[in-house]
């Protein structure tokens, strides 16, 4: 049972303090689970199962990446196509270089 001292010091949940979570993103796991859902979903469109099936999976598909975007950002969605990362541009354009 809550004594007057806790009410007191309580406080609404939007004004606590959340350290966050740190959540170990394993790119090759997600890559795995993104295949599993194409798969899925091009096995489904194939087996005329029904079109709501369908379009679950192909949604999901496609929160996938766009989740992974949101955690560990546009580097984390490259790392997941296998795609190269990017090149940092040049600070400065020298005259040459245009030429």
């Known amino acids: 049972m809550r004594t ?3 009410l007191d010091r ?7 303090e959340d350290p966050g979570i740190a959540v170990p993103i394993s790119v090759s796991t997600i890559r795995r689970k993104l ?3 194409v798969l899925l979903a ?3 469109s194939a087996a005329d199962s029904p079109e709501w099936l369908t379009l679950v ?3 999901t598909s496609a929160a996938i990446p ?5 955690l560990g950002g546009a580097e984390a969605v490259r790392a997941l196509f296998l795609l190269p990362p990017r090149s ?3 600070a400065t ?3 040459e270089d245009l030429i």
């Open 4 to 6: 007057p001292d806790d």
């Open 10 to 16: 309580t406080q609404p949940a939007a004004c606590r």
């Open 35 to 37: 295949l599993a859902f």
């Open 42 to 44: 091009a096995a489904s």
């Open 57 to 59: 999976l192909i949604i």
């Open 66 to 70: 766009l989740a992974l975007g949101v």
């Open 88 to 90: 940092a541009p040049p």
């Open 93 to 95: 354009i020298r005259k």
